[in-house]
Structures are given as C-alpha cells and as structure tokens.
C-alpha cells in the first residue's frame, strides 16, 4: 500500500471529495484506486475563512510499483510503514526465572506492565493507591467535600495523574518503530474510541480512561500479572560489591514486609515526593531538570473557538478550539501554554496536606462551559535552584504551601482577574467569567504565590497572548493558583540499557524520572523500558 499526506479539502467537502482528491495527487483513474483508509485526519485553521481538512490515507491501487516510480522524489507519496509491534523477547516456558516489578500504575507503568505480561513474564505491579474506582471516590472527596487522602488522589492509585485530564494521546516525540499505535491500539481494545487511531489530536476524556485502566487491569492479570494496591515502597535493598558496583537486590514495603527483586521499573510519577527522597538517600543517581511554574488560566470556550474558526467556530469536526502559544520575555524567560484542556475544568491536584496544586481536565465531550490551561514560566536548576537535587521539589512546596494559605487554608485555591493582575491589585470579587476550580476559589493577589520573576514575565507576555488570541487579555479571564506539576523537577539518569546509571536492576521510568511528558509518551517510555527489562532478563 501506499501513504499519502497532505491532502487538504475544504471543511464542508463532500464524502466523494476524498476519492477523488487520491486520484487527482497520485495522477491516476478512479477505476485504479481499489480502496482507501483514512491514517489521520486534521485541521488548519489558519484562515479562519477558509479551513482545510488536511488528511493522511492508505491506498490500494492496481499498479502501485509505476505510481511508487512517479513519486520516488515526493515525501507526500511513500510505501505504508509496517506500524505492527513486534515482541523483542519471551520468557522462558519454563519460567525459573525472578518476576520483574513494576512500581506504580499510572501510563508508563502499565505499558511496561502490559508488555511484560504479553512476553509472559508475569510483573508484579505495586501502587501505593487504590484500585481506580475507590481512587476515584476520594478525589472526589478532596473536590467536593476538602478532605485529602494523601495515598488516594488526583496523581497517587490505579492510572496515575492522567486518569484525572484531558486524556490527550498526542506528543512529539519521533519513533521509528511507531511505539504510539501499540499503545493507542491497546486502548482501543481497553475501549478508547476507535478515532483515537485517526484524529490528528485524539484525546479520551476521564470517565472513559477509567474504565479502559479497569481494562488494561484485567489483561494484565489474564497473562499472569499480580496487582498489589495500597502498597509503598519505603526503602531499596542495594547490594556494592567489592570494585564499587551497585544492583539491586529487592524492596522494603510501607508494611515492613520484604520483596526480593532485581529487576524493577520506577514509573512513580511526578508527585512522588517522599519516593524521590527516598531513592536519593539510597544514593541512587539523580540530577535536577528544568520545569515550569505558573497559574491555570480560564476563557469561556465560545471566545476560544471564535478566536480560531471565526464563523466556523461549532462545528462538530472541529469540536472544541484549543490553542499552544509561547513567548520569550525580555527578563529571558518563555512563558506558554500548557496542557491545553477545551471544554473542561480547573481541578485540585495536590497529593499532600497543608497545599493547593491545580491541574486541568476534561470529558470526552469536552462540552464544559470554559477552556483552561496551564499558564507558566519556564525555570531552570542553575538560575532559579541550584544545589541539592531536590532543591527543585522545595521551591515547589513553598508555592503550593504560599497558595494554600491565600485560599484560605482550606484546599481552596487562590484566583484573580486578569485585569487585576496586570494593575497589580488584590481581586476582591471576580467578573463575567465563572471558575471552575474545586473545591472553590478565593479571590487575592497570585502575585503573593509565585516568584517575582514569573509574575514579571505572566505580566508581559499577557497582552501578547492577547494579540494572537482576541479575548485572551479580557480583564475579566479567571486566573486560579498554582500550577506547579508541570513535569518532574529531577531526572533519574539512566545508561543506553535504561538502567540506572549507578544502580543495576533499577529501571526508571516515565514522568517521574524525567524521560516523558504525558500519557502517550509516558506509554512508549513504558515499553521501552519493558523491553530492556527483558533483554537484561535473558542475559
């Protein structure tokens, strides 16, 4: 078969537009085209008066070798990648070997989980929270009722952090060997919707990730696997050998209880503070990385997808607008967009006592009444915390704890108009544009809750933003803090075989380790480190 790209129709194109579009770039009769599959289907948007369905398809046709021949020089026209996955080991029949372990349950986990499974070495799987279900009653308790369970949140049970999101299943990463379609075709069979394989940005929503984690759940433990909720690792048994040589020999749990093990995936997430020091104090090697800091920031989604469709802004192939906008300050920071959620709510993302950490989310459907998303200043360990490779988990403490206190002490989260911000006035009251945060908001001064240099730059970058996005600068847009978990503060280094550079067995993983961003590329990361997991195993 044959891909071809870039294909662009109008919006309102007729079904036999597509057809025809295919015979028309490959140069062909329409009795020579057998069949087609759309691959991916987007938008451009770029004006607003005439938008472009931009397509990408698979076609069939009668002599594909002297089609292939015309377009040898075109990147437009190439032979279909082979986009299967293919198993790089399998356990021994026999078994005789140490189950792997897989610490935690969020995307990168259960991808590595599931690949090990499917190679039939039967992971344990350890999360310190709940099954999703029971995790999901108490987030539910922290949005509705002010009561945290720091083991049982928005980041710590079954799914991790992105259970509770918009369920993006896009990202940028570059690979070879198409690690994505396993991972969005394995959803699907958890019960994603099948345009999840097509659409140019798919997203599922959290009511459907959680029963496609049940899913996922179940065919894990139909090849073996053994779930161990409400189960914290507090401590490394790591054994030095006489030239200096660290491996890992097992785990010591919250229970007291012993798990030999010598191979383990670390896919802890981004939130597990207490881990991270833990794994530190092991001397496990760690380095601090760059992340951002900032606010959620809310616009009804009306004034979003006017902005980028104009008087195509409804539409249902092109749903709810979203947008990704950037800026680099004169102070020399870059302020921008993050984690974009249409249609959706600002939520309450902290996973320990005493402070407030906002996150966004949304449904399916995406059909709430305003847009959010992350609005925030990039900040690095030279410039902004130097020394202790922890140092980056204080600074975030301190902000999460500073916003604790303006929203009253309570888990109710800090807000501001716009307008007020940039007057540099506290908000006592807030305008036309109603906060989704739960479980409430108080309205003060965010410039009480984040570092000077962030707010400089949120200040200059606004009537930026505004300029590219009519309604973006509106005085009376909801800015609710802090948004503070944009990804991991340290990076768990690893070697060329993904173990950890000092400590053998020890494999990190995904968000928390600092190699993913995201539930799709934490996913790939999961099966990568998987497959080292296995490789290292027949060795």
Not at 347 to 376: H, L
């Amino acid at each position: 078969m044959l891909r071809v790209s870039n294909l662009a129709l109008p919006l309102h194109h007729a079904d036999e537009a597509l057809p025809a579009a295919i015979c028309k770039r490959l140069r062909i009769g329409a009795r020579e085209l057998t069949r087609f599959a759309i691959v991916r289907r987007g938008n451009d948007a770029r004006d607003k008066s005439d938008i472009q369905l931009v397509y990408v398809v698979d076609v069939q046709v009668k002599n594909e070798g002297a089609v292939l021949a015309r377009f040898r020089k075109d990147r437009n026209v190439q032979v279909t990648p082979d986009t299967r996955y293919k198993f790089v080991a399998q356990a021994p029949a026999g078994g005789g070997f140490k189950r792997p372990v897989v610490i935690g349950a969020g995307p990168c986990g259960l991808f590595a989980a599931l690949i090990l499974a499917q190679m039939g070495y039967r992971p344990i799987i350890l999360d310190r929270g709940k099954v999703v279900r029971e995790r999901t009653k108490d987030t539910w308790g922290l949005w509705r009722k002010s009561v945290l369970n720091p083991e049982s949140n928005v980041q710590f049970g079954e799914g991790g952090a992105g259970t509770f999101s918009d369920g993006k299943l896009y990202s940028r990463i570059k690979d070879p060997r198409h690690l994505d379609r396993k991972v969005l075709t394995e959803f699907v069979k958890a019960g994603a919707p099948p345009e999840i394989l097509t659409e140019a940005h798919p997203h599922i929503g959290t009511f459907r990730l959680v029963t496609m984690v049940e899913s996922l759940r179940e065919t894990i433990e139909g090849l073996g696997g053994e779930y161990r909720f409400s189960t914290r690792v507090d401590g490394l048994d790591i054994e030095t050998d006489a030239d200096g040589n660290r491996r890992l020999q097992g785990l010591h749990l919250h229970d007291g209880s012993y798990l030999e093990a010598d191979h383990v995936v670390m896919a802890i997430g981004h939130s597990a503070r207490d881990t991270f020091a833990i794994l530190h104090a092991a001397g496990v090697y760690v380095e601090p990385k760059p992340f951002s800091i900032g606010v959620r920031i809310e616009h009804p989604q009306s004034w979003i997808d006017t902005a980028r469709f104009g008087a195509n802004a409804g539409h249902p192939i092109l749903g709810a607008a979203e947008y990704h906008i950037s800026h680099h300050c004169s102070n020399g920071r870059t302020v921008y967009s993050f984690c974009m959620c249409p249609g959706g709510t600002v939520v309450a993302a902290t996973s320990e006592e005493g402070r407030v950490a906002t996150n966004g989310m949304s449904q399916y459907s995406r059909n709430e009444r305003n847009a959010n998303s992350g609005f925030v200043v990039a900040i690095d360990p030279a410039r902004d915390y130097p020394g202790d490779p922890l140092a980056g988990l204080a600074l975030q403490r301190h902000w999460e704890e500073r916003a604790f206190v303006a929203g009253g002490s309570n888990y109710k989260a800090p807000a501001q108009r716009l307008g007020d911000f940039l007057a540099g006035k506290p908000s006592t009251t807030l305008g036309t544009v109603t906060p989704s945060y739960r479980p409430g908001v108080t309205p003060t001064d965010l410039a009480d809750c984040l570092p000077d240099y962030v707010v400089a730059a949120m200040r200059e970058a606004i009537p930026v933003f505004g300029r590219q996005i009519p309604g973006y600068d509106h005085p009376d847009v909801v800015m609710t803090g802090v948004e503070t978990r944009t990804s991991s503060p340290l990076r768990f280094t690893r070697g060329s075989d993904f173990q950890s550079l000092n400590t053998a067995g020890l494999f990190p993983a995904g968000e928390g380790a600092g190699y993913a961003g995201g539930i799709l590329s934490a996913s790939v990361d999961g099966i990568k480190v998987a497959e080292a997991v296995a490789r290292s195993m027949e060795q």
